[in-house]
């Protein structure tokens, strides 16, 4: 599997993440062309893999996920506009094993957050840009906190916590969406989230002195 960012055009731009190796060294054609390699051999040194994460060729289905800082691969701040993330998955030898999916994106000064729908080989994609200075990041702490189902087809978690005083939700822009006290003796809450747009969010647990946050998706 490979991922990587383009322009709107389809040029190169970085690598985010390549899993093959020597025996799949023919897999992944579109990536390893696109990034300056040939089609017929994913890891050649031609292939730019700079600040990708890189590892052998995956044995499961998982979530998977990935960063990009919007730069490209010689470290520049790319210019705001249109990109796409790319997918691509080959699970044999040969064209036929192989499947490429692309996601279109703006990078501005604005959020844009998607969960595009799902199809027979892509399932719970969730894409979201997050502009430098807005929004908040996720952080945890010493805070014992779990929270199900990740991502949520409808907008209902329960997040457990060994002891907290408040629970609220935030959007990408930092804005709050949700906001509870917590009772004493408390351990667990269910967050009902239903009427809020899918995509991405933050749940933030306080105990009064620090606040862990949790990213997690709505895909209704």
Partial sequence: MAVWIQSSTGTFIKTR????????SDHLPTW???SGGAAGN????????VGATTGAT????????????GTDASGNLVA???????IQSTWNHGGSATVTKSY??????AADVQTPADDANFTGIALAWNPSGAGVAE???DM????RPNPSSNGIFTVDFNYATNVSAVNLAGEEVYSEEIKMNEVSKTLNLSNVPNGVYFICVSNGVTISKHKVVINK
Avoid: E, H, Q
Avoid at 58 to 69: A, G, P
């Fill in 139 to 141: 952080t945890t702490n």
């Fill in 80 to 86: 705001d506009g249109t990109y796409k993330v790319t």
């Fill in 104 to 109: 279109t994106f703006t990078k501005g000064t």
């Fill in 58 to 69: 995956l044995s499961n289905f998982s979530t998977r996920t990935i960063t990009w800082d």
């Fill in 17 to 24: 993440m390549r899993n093959a190796g020597g025996g799949t």
């Fill in 144 to 147: 014992n906190v779990s929270i």
């Fill in 32 to 34: 390893a062309a696109n």
């Fill in 42 to 49: 994913c890891m050649s040194a031609n292939c730019n893999v």
